[in-house]
């Protein structure tokens, strides 16, 4: 399998304790999760690279395409965001990461602003798995708990997803829509909330596993299966002992 990790790398993320926390760019610890596994081929991708990184060859090869970024998202090239759009609707999976909801093929694809509010505070955030029989949530621990210092939370402006798989509740008491999956075209889509640059959820094991689990779900099929079955929800009363029923 191909794929491309696209991160924006802005000079911001060179330095202070995002540059302690991923000397090498988020790009880098999200390459090393594929390290081990000789079936996947990785290409990275940066936004002062010609073209992004995105050349027409490049988004041609690419089976899957994960994408992070935050500041720059309004400079990308018009024409290479097109091109992603277009490749998405022909098949290719994409993950879209943390600030990459603003990003403009991601917009596109929702047809909505996308705003997110943005908080800087100090916070611990824990993940929670709404659908747990979903593939991407295949062996993974809930919730997952990392710390973050510049957190996206509702009201998050995007379409009612085609399935809600994760949410994310913050110490603040503030939540979002943290693992939304779409259908667009041939290509299937999830945005994923991740982490910001200066928070180390990228080197959490488990965290890692729901990035796997999540390009294996997006990767071009001939076969379009459910996300997940209902198998587990059969006992409405048992049901409401989810994480939107605790009191």
């Known amino acids: 399998m191909r794929i491309t990790i696209f991160n924006e790398f802005h000079p911001d993320q060179k330095k202070g304790k995002a540059l302690k926390v991923y000397p090498n760019g988020i790009h880098s610890e999200l390459k090393s999760i594929f ?12 936004q002062e690279n010609p073209s992004h990184g995105l050349t027409d060859s490049v988004l041609k090869e690419t ?5 992070w970024s935050d500041i720059w998202n309004e400079q990308i090239l018009s024409d290479v965001s097109d091109k992603v759009y277009s490749r998405i609707l022909e ?13 403009k093929p991601f917009k596109r694809l929702m047809g909505t602003t996308c705003s997110i509010t943005k908080i800087s505070s100090s916070v611990t955030s824990k993940i929670y798995s709404v659908l747990p029989g979903s593939p991407i949530c295949n062996n993974v621990k809930f919730p997952i708990s990392f710390s973050e210092e510049k957190f996206l939370c509702e009201p998050f402006e995007i379409p009612t997803p085609d399935s809600l798989v994760l949410v994310n509740g913050y110490s603040s008491s503030d939540i979002l829509r943290s693992g939304c999956a779409y259908y667009r075209g041939k290509g299937k889509i999830l945005y994923f ?14 965290f890692k596993k729901i990035i796997l689990n999540s390009v294996l779900w997006v990767a071009p099929t001939t076969i379009d299966l459910p996300l997940a079955t209902n198998s587990e929800f059969k ?7 989810g994480f939107f029923f605790k009191k």
Do not use: Q
């Open 63 to 67: 089976d899957v395409l994960i994408w």
């Open 35 to 46: 390290a081990d596994k000789p079936e996947f081929n990785v290409t990275l991708a940066t």
């Open 235 to 241: 006992d409405t009363e048992k049901a409401k002992k």
């Open 91 to 103: 098949g290719m999976g994409a993950i879209f990461l943390y600030g990459a909801c603003n990003s």
């Open 193 to 206: 909330y991740g982490g910001s640059e200066l928070s180390s959820s990228y080197t959490i094991s488990s």
